[in-house]
């Protein structure tokens, strides 16, 4: 049996680079999947790839989830299409690309950062708790009411150059997924994050072999995740399997953070 069988899922940021592989292997394991992007745009080019793999058990709905009205119209289609929602998967983000360092970022820019990472995720976690988790019978198995997983990133704890909005976002979900766990773990939502670190996505297509290359070697295990292995990961989180771990951050970054230095440095 298909692990999400009869499973109703969301996966925000899902019409892109990991989101794509995210929904597709929730598709694949049986489950009813919702999907959106930031705009018809977007959600209508992560729709045509995924059809294009012959993914067709899904809905694809635009949402800006730092838009409330977006977000409540998004559970509005998902309790006409499904009337129930398992799995939440708060994958969309705002890359906080091209804004420069701390010196010269707007506050604008700043805030665009955190209204997608940090106010969009929560905003999308209430609406899955308030509308379909608080409601819902217990899981017989894990005696739980609902699931939600963040992606996080190693950079919460390993900043990188030029990109405070980004990190400071990062290190927020962090530590409202501790949050949220504590809170809502008592009433039968289990919530976790995965924390990627390199990941091959199409940014990687442009860059020159040679610093693909020295990105490798910052990586243990010589080699940046797939958009599959973080989805391995989100699906671990999101499984029965994974029914005893609340609050946690599941870091998948080919070891990187394990080491002080990477080794052409560290004399």
Same mark, same amino acid.
């Given at each position: 049996?298909?692990?999400?069988?009869?499973?109703?899922? /969301?996966?925000?940021?899902?019409?892109?680079?990991?989101?794509?592989?995210?929904?597709?292997?929730?598709?694949?394991?049986? %489950? +009813?999947?919702?999907?959106?992007?930031?705009?018809?745009?977007? *959600? %209508?080019?992560?729709?045509?790839? /995924?059809?294009? !793999?012959?993914?067709?058990?899904?809905?694809?709905?635009?949402?800006?989830? #730092?838009?409330?009205?977006?977000?409540?119209?998004?559970?509005? $289609?998902?309790?006409?299409?499904?009337?129930?929602?398992?799995?939440?998967?708060?994958?969309?983000?705002?890359?906080?690309?091209?804004?420069?360092?701390?010196?010269?970022? *707007?506050?604008?820019?700043?805030?665009?950062?955190?209204?997608?990472?940090?106010? =969009? =995720?929560?905003?999308?976690?209430?609406?899955?708790?308030?509308?379909?988790?608080?409601?819902?019978?217990?899981? &017989?198995?894990? !005696?739980?009411?609902?699931?939600?997983?963040?992606?996080?990133?190693?950079?919460?704890?390993?900043?990188?150059?030029?990109?405070?909005?980004?990190?400071?976002?990062?290190?927020?979900?962090?530590?409202?997924?501790? #949050?949220?766990?504590?809170? /809502?773990?008592?009433?039968?939502?289990?919530?976790?994050?995965?924390?990627?670190?390199?990941?091959?996505?199409?940014?990687?297509?442009?860059?020159?072999?040679?610093?693909?290359?020295?990105?490798?070697?910052?990586? &243990?295990?010589?080699?940046?995740?797939?958009?599959?292995?973080?989805?391995?990961?989100? %699906?671990?989180?999101? #499984?029965?399997?994974?029914?005893?771990?609340?609050?946690?951050?599941?870091? $998948?970054?080919?070891?990187?953070?394990? +080491?002080?230095?990477?080794?052409?440095?560290?004399?």
């Amino acid at each position: 049996m298909r692990r999400f069988e009869g499973k109703v899922v /969301l996966v925000t940021g899902g019409n892109r680079n990991t989101g794509i592989e995210i929904t597709d292997l929730f598709v694949r394991e049986g %489950a +009813q999947v919702f999907m959106c992007g930031s705009t018809p745009e977007s *959600t %209508a080019k992560g729709e045509q790839i /995924l059809r294009a !793999r012959g993914i067709g058990d899904f809905t694809a709905v635009p949402c800006d989830v #730092s838009d409330a009205a977006q977000v409540s119209h998004l559970f509005d $289609v998902i309790a006409e299409k499904a009337g129930r929602l398992d799995i939440l998967v708060n994958n969309a983000a705002n890359q906080g690309l091209g804004h420069g360092g701390p010196l010269e970022m *707007t506050t604008a820019q700043m805030l665009d950062v955190f209204k997608v990472n940090l106010l =969009g =995720g929560f905003q999308v976690t209430q609406a899955a708790c308030n509308r379909f988790f608080m409601k819902q019978e217990p899981n &017989p198995v894990t !005696r739980q009411k609902g699931v939600v997983v963040f992606l996080g990133s190693n950079t919460s704890m390993r900043a990188i150059r030029n990109r405070t909005a980004y990190c400071t976002s990062k290190g927020g979900i962090d530590a409202m997924v501790r #949050s949220l766990s504590l809170d /809502l773990g008592p009433l039968g939502i289990r919530v976790n994050e995965v924390a990627p670190g390199y990941i091959y996505t199409e940014r990687w297509d442009v860059l020159d072999e040679k610093i693909k290359a020295r990105r490798r070697l910052n990586c &243990p295990l010589r080699h940046e995740a797939t958009g599959g292995d973080i989805a391995e990961a989100v %699906a671990f989180l999101a #499984s029965d399997a994974a029914r005893n771990i609340g609050g946690e951050r599941l870091v $998948v970054d080919a070891g990187c953070s394990a +080491q002080h230095m990477p080794e052409d440095v560290d004399f």
